[in-house]
C-alpha cells in the first residue's frame, strides 16, 4: 500500500513535541505550549527544548548571556549578503548563508551551534534589507533579549513590551510543531551523518515552498480583498465554490481550532488598540467559518496559526516579505532539537518507491 507524502506513517519516537489534532492541543515536552507561550521567553522555550526541561534562574541567565555574545554577523558573512543577487528573496538569502556557518563540531551538534545559528538570523535579515533597500543596519546590541533584539534588527525601532509580547507568543508557538516538512527535511539530512548547517540549510529550503511556510502572506491578500468588496460572504462563497485554498484556514493535523491561533488570537485581544485591521480580521474569520461549515460540512475548517500571525506581524509594522522569515527564526529552534535526536538514535532514513514504469526498453 502506498501512503504519498508518508501521510500516517510513523517512522521515528520523539520527545520533543505532541500534537494532538482531535482535541486542538500543542504539547512541548510536557508542557501545554500555549501556557509556555504566555508565561515563559524565548530563550526559556528553547532551553527547554535542546535541554528537555526549563531552565533554573541560574541556567536561563547562562543561556541568555550565550544568546547576546553571539550576534556578531562576521565579515565574511556580510560580504556573501552583498555579492547574493538581489532577486533573491529572505529565504534564499538565509539558506545560503546559514550553510556557511562555521561549526564547533561537525560530527556531534551542540547546543552552541543552534544559539550560534538561531542568534545570526536577525543579523542575516537586517544586513540584507541594508544592501538591498540601503535601510540602516542597525547597531548590534547586547541588552535585549532575542526576541526584542529580533524586532529590533528587522524594523530598526526601539521595541516596545507590548510588540515584543505579541511577536515573542508567535515566536514560541511556532518554535516547534512535530514532524513537519521542514523538520522531516532536517532529520532525513542529519541522518547520513551530515552536519548542523547542512541540515538547517535543508529545512529553510523545504520552509520555503508555499504550501509549507507561505501562508501569512496569503492571509493578508484575502483580508485585503475583504477591505476591496461590499460583500465578504459572497467573496468567501466564490473562492470556496471554485476550489481556491482560504489562506490561514484549515489544518493538515488540527481537526478543530489550531490552538497556537488562540493563544495569539488572546494576546491580540489583550493588546488591542484601536486597530481596524483586527477587527476585520475577526469579521473574516467569523463569515470564513460560517461559509466553510456550510460548503464543506465536517471538514473541521478552523483559523490556523498563520491567519492571527499575520494580524500580529501587521500590527509590529513588519514587512511581509519577512513573515516566512520570522517563521524560520522560530523554527531554527526545534529543527536543531530534532538535529540532536536524530543523531541520538540515528537510523538513515531510507523510504522505499513502487516503480511503475516499464521493465524494459527495446
Given at each position: 500500500?502506498?501512503?504519498?507524502?508518508?501521510?500516517?506513517?510513523?517512522?521515528?519516537?520523539?520527545?520533543?513535541s505532541m500534537i494532538d489534532g482531535e482535541q486542538g492541543q500543542l504539547v512541548y515536552r510536557g508542557y501545554d505550549a500555549k501556557a509556555l507561550a504566555k508565561d515563559c521567553s524565548f530563550e526559556e522555550?528553547?532551553?527547554?527544548?535542546?535541554?528537555?526541561?526549563?531552565?533554573?534562574?541560574?541556567?536561563?541567565?547562562?543561556?541568555?548571556?550565550?544568546?547576546?555574545?553571539?550576534?556578531?554577523?562576521?565579515?565574511?558573512?556580510?560580504?556573501?549578503?552583498?555579492?547574493?543577487?538581489?532577486?533573491?528573496?529572505?529565504?534564499?538569502?538565509?539558506?545560503?548563508?546559514?550553510?556557511?556557518?562555521?561549526?564547533?563540531?561537525?560530527?556531534?551538534?551542540?547546543?552552541?551551534?543552534?544559539?550560534?545559528?538561531?542568534?545570526?538570523?536577525?543579523?542575516?535579515?537586517?544586513?540584507?534589507?541594508?544592501?538591498?533597500?540601503?535601510?540602516?543596519?542597525?547597531?548590534?546590541?547586547?541588552?535585549?533579549?532575542?526576541?526584542?533584539?529580533?524586532?529590533?534588527?528587522?524594523?530598526?525601532?526601539?521595541?516596545?513590551?507590548?510588540?515584543?509580547?505579541?511577536?515573542?507568543?508567535?515566536?514560541?508557538?511556532?518554535?516547534?510543531?512535530?514532524?513537519?516538512?521542514?523538520?522531516?527535511?532536517?532529520?532525513?539530512?542529519?541522518?547520513?551523518?551530515?552536519?548542523?548547517a547542512s541540515a538547517i540549510t535543508s529545512a529553510i529550503g523545504t520552509m520555503k515552498g508555499p504550501l509549507h511556510g507561505g501562508a501569512p502572506t496569503g492571509v493578508l491578500e484575502l483580508l485585503n480583498?475583504?477591505?476591496?468588496?461590499?460583500?465578504?460572504?459572497?467573496?468567501?462563497?466564490?473562492?470556496?465554490?471554485?476550489?481556491?485554498?482560504?489562506?490561514?484556514?484549515?489544518?493538515?493535523?488540527?481537526?478543530?481550532?489550531?490552538?497556537?491561533?488562540?493563544?495569539?488570537?488572546?494576546?491580540?485581544?489583550?493588546?488591542?488598540?484601536?486597530?481596524?485591521?483586527?477587527?476585520?480580521?475577526?469579521?473574516?474569520?467569523?463569515?470564513?467559518?460560517?461559509?466553510?461549515?456550510?460548503?464543506?460540512?465536517?471538514?473541521?475548517?478552523?483559523?490556523?496559526?498563520?491567519?492571527?500571525?499575520?494580524?500580529?506581524?501587521?500590527?509590529?509594522?513588519?514587512?511581509?516579505?519577512?513573515?516566512?522569515?520570522?517563521?524560520?527564526?522560530?523554527?531554527?529552534?526545534?529543527?536543531?532539537?530534532?538535529?540532536?535526536?536524530?543523531?541520538?538514535?540515528?537510523?538513515?532514513?531510507?523510504?522505499?518507491?513502487?516503480?511503475?514504469?516499464?521493465?524494459?526498453?527495446?
Open positions: 500500500m502506498i501512503h504519498k507524502g508518508l501521510k500516517g506513517i510513523v517512522c521515528t519516537e520523539t520527545k520533543i522555550v528553547a532551553y527547554l527544548l535542546w535541554y528537555g526541561e526549563l531552565p533554573t534562574e541560574r541556567q536561563l541567565d547562562h543561556i541568555k548571556g550565550q544568546f547576546k555574545s553571539s550576534r556578531q554577523l562576521p565579515n565574511y558573512m556580510k560580504h556573501i549578503i552583498e555579492q547574493l543577487p538581489e532577486s533573491l528573496d529572505m529565504l534564499d538569502v538565509l539558506r545560503s548563508v546559514i550553510s556557511t556557518v562555521e561549526l564547533s563540531s561537525f560530527d556531534e551538534p551542540r547546543v552552541k551551534d543552534a544559539i550560534k545559528i538561531t542568534t545570526l538570523v536577525p543579523g542575516i535579515i537586517a544586513y540584507r534589507l541594508h544592501i538591498v533597500s540601503g535601510k540602516l543596519f542597525p547597531e548590534i546590541r547586547d541588552d535585549l533579549d532575542h526576541v526584542a533584539y529580533y524586532y529590533y534588527m528587522v524594523t530598526g525601532q526601539e521595541p516596545k513590551l507590548e510588540h515584543v509580547r505579541a511577536l515573542e507568543t508567535y515566536m514560541i508557538l511556532t518554535m516547534e510543531h512535530g514532524l513537519n516538512a521542514s523538520t522531516f527535511s532536517a532529520r532525513v539530512t542529519v541522518s547520513t551523518k551530515s552536519d548542523l480583498e475583504a477591505v476591496q468588496t461590499h460583500d465578504i460572504r459572497s467573496m468567501i462563497q466564490e473562492k470556496v465554490q471554485q476550489g481556491e485554498k482560504l489562506m490561514g484556514f484549515g489544518h493538515r493535523v488540527y481537526k478543530t481550532m489550531d490552538p497556537r491561533a488562540i493563544a495569539l488570537k488572546d494576546v491580540l485581544q489583550q493588546n488591542k488598540q484601536d486597530d481596524d485591521w483586527f477587527d476585520l480580521a475577526l469579521i473574516v474569520e467569523e463569515i470564513a467559518i460560517s461559509v466553510l461549515e456550510e460548503l464543506k460540512p465536517g471538514r473541521g475548517l478552523y483559523t490556523n496559526v498563520e491567519y492571527y500571525a499575520a494580524a500580529v506581524m501587521n500590527e509590529l509594522e513588519i514587512d511581509a516579505n519577512l513573515f516566512t522569515a520570522t517563521f524560520t527564526a522560530s523554527r531554527v529552534v526545534g529543527w536543531s532539537a530534532h538535529v540532536m535526536e536524530q543523531l541520538s538514535d540515528n537510523v538513515i532514513f531510507r523510504p522505499k518507491a513502487e516503480y511503475v514504469g516499464p521493465v524494459f526498453n527495446h
